[in-house]
């Protein structure tokens, strides 16, 4: 079998993997949107769908007013999380990256509840405040873990050591500031650490889309250089790549998928971590499969754990963030048992 012939092949089937990817993703958003403490069956859905957001049945009010912003900013925050992680994982080189164990989530999170409990806005709209300051305090963290990463003898062990401090650090801020903070704000900042959906509108799945959107039409072209990066930065730079400027752009983008994410539900954490190397479990290290792959993935597991929270809880909403913990734990745990030979290399 030629060459030629064993390459098609395997981009059919990396193909058909982005396309189950995809389909799994849209089964768990259905099943998101009829799930819930009314119930819904799936001709009750697609009835209270055709009907449209301003028609009066009850069936119509819940999926339109509280369960299709609920699902399409899980999908969306979950995706540009997802992507997030490959990014950061590839730049740094390190299998165990991700936005909430480099500190990046963290400081995200420091950053919005800066800006509510000051009551910052951007434009004259306190939510694009929010997202401003998140995104800088992610851009701050992004461009320290980028500058330490450059330190001579700093290993990819080193480097999450680094990230622990940073949540450690920022985390602190935060309690300090819902401490000095009323009540009613110390409340409203203790929900961001959970990251809890019930927060959800059309405006923050939009917010998550356009970081996304925008990411994905730099980043797709690119994609050839972020494969080139994973094997070696010298191999990288023999192609004509500038990898100082492709890092920095990577880590800005990153910064951009947090900060639209983590301003409007809270921190949750990681989806990052699992959704790129579950993309490639399955369809290998080409970025041209993986940046795909790994949105889609994203999504489909902040959707999976929005539904099982529906499923858990019998009152309010469990917070999704405690769900993806309960799983992205152990992950973690395997990741550490299997690279524990290359983590300090």
Known sequence: ??????????????????????????????????????????????????????????DAIILWSVRLPMSATAFMVGAALGLAGLLIQTITANALA???????????????????AFGWSFM?????????????????ISAGILSLGRFRGMTPGTLILAGI???FFF?????????????????????????????SSLLAAGAAAGALVLTLVFMLPNAWKLTALTVGEERAKSLGIAV??????????????????????????????????????????????????STLLGGALLLASALTAKLLSTGAMLPVGI???????????????????????
């Not at 991700?98 to 509510?116: E, N, Q, R, V, Y």
């Not at 801020?173 to 809890?196: D, H, M």
């Not at 769900?323 to 300090?344: A, E, H, Q």
């Open 1 to 58: 079998m030629s060459c030629h012939l064993r390459y098609r092949r395997a981009e059919r089937r990396r193909r058909l993997g982005t396309l189950l990817i995809g389909v799994a993703a849209l089964a768990l958003f259905a099943a998101d949107l009829a799930a819930g403490s009314s119930g819904m069956t799936l001709d009750r859905l697609f009835a209270a769908m055709a009907a449209g957001p301003d028609a009066m049945e009850p």
């Open 98 to 116: 991700s936005p909430s164990t480099l500190g990046i989530t963290s400081g995200a999170s420091f950053g919005a509840a800066l800006a509510i």
């Open 124 to 140: 004259g709209e306190l939510w694009m405040g929010t997202i401003a300051a998140a995104f800088v305090f992610a851009l701050l």
């Open 165 to 167: 401090i940073m949540n």
């Open 171 to 199: 985390t602190a801020l935060q309690q300090f500031l819902q401490y000095r903070s009323s009540p009613e704000t110390a409340q409203l900042i203790a929900g961001w650490t959970f990251g809890n959906l019930e927060r």
């Open 244 to 293: 100082g400027r492709l890092r920095l752009a990577a880590f800005a983008a990153a910064a951009l998928l947090v900060a639209a994410s983590v301003s409007f539900i809270g921190t949750v954490a990681f989806v990052g971590l699992v959704a790129p190397h579950a993309a490639k479990l399955i369809l290998g290290d080409d970025a041209r499969d993986l940046i795909p792959a």
């Open 323 to 345: 769900v993806t913990s309960l799983v992205g734990v152990p992950f973690l745990f395997w990741l550490l048992l299997r690279d524990r030979g290359g983590l300090n290399a």
